[in-house]
């Protein structure tokens, strides 16, 4: 199953720069995020936790940080995607979706 986030508050806005879904665990993880590769589709693994870098690193363990990590991925959804950009990456999704219940 996919996790999408809840819509914004009524009276606020979101730039939808990127878009966060969350799957299962980072195996699958790992196989959306190859499938949208494989159809020329960007996608991050963005605000990886800064406590495991190594320029910040830290024996401190932010267990709730690191599962989030591993779960969700980046899509791209901003303003100079076309509708047909759009539609892509919606479709890749939901195929790797139905192909990996």
């Not at 990127?18 to 980072?26: A, G």
């Not at 996608?43 to 989030?68: A, C, G, M, Q, W």
């Given at each position: 199953?996919?996790?999408?986030?809840?819509?914004?508050?009524?009276?606020?806005?979101?730039?939808?720069?990127?878009?966060?879904?969350?799957?299962?665990?980072?195996?699958k993880q790992l196989?959306?995020?190859?499938?949208?590769?494989?159809?020329?589709?960007y996608t991050t693994?963005?605000?990886?936790?800064?406590?495991?870098?190594?320029?910040?690193?830290?024996?401190?363990?932010?267990?709730?940080?690191?599962?989030?990590?591993?779960?969700?991925?980046?899509?791209?959804?901003h303003q100079n995607?076309?509708?047909?950009?759009?539609?892509?990456?919606?479709?890749?999704?939901?195929?790797?979706?139905?192909?990996?219940?």
């Amino acid at each position: 199953s996919i996790t999408i986030p809840k819509e914004p508050p009524t009276g606020s806005t979101s730039s939808y720069y990127f878009y966060w879904i969350q799957v299962q665990n980072e195996q699958k993880q790992l196989s959306l995020a190859r499938a949208l590769v494989r159809n020329g589709i960007y996608t991050t693994f963005r605000y990886y936790p800064l406590h495991l870098i190594d320029y910040y690193k830290s024996d401190v363990r932010l267990e709730n940080s690191e599962e989030i990590a591993k779960k969700t991925l980046n899509l791209p959804f901003h303003q100079n995607l076309t509708s047909g950009d759009l539609h892509r990456v919606v479709a890749t999704v939901e195929n790797w979706a139905k192909s990996n219940n």
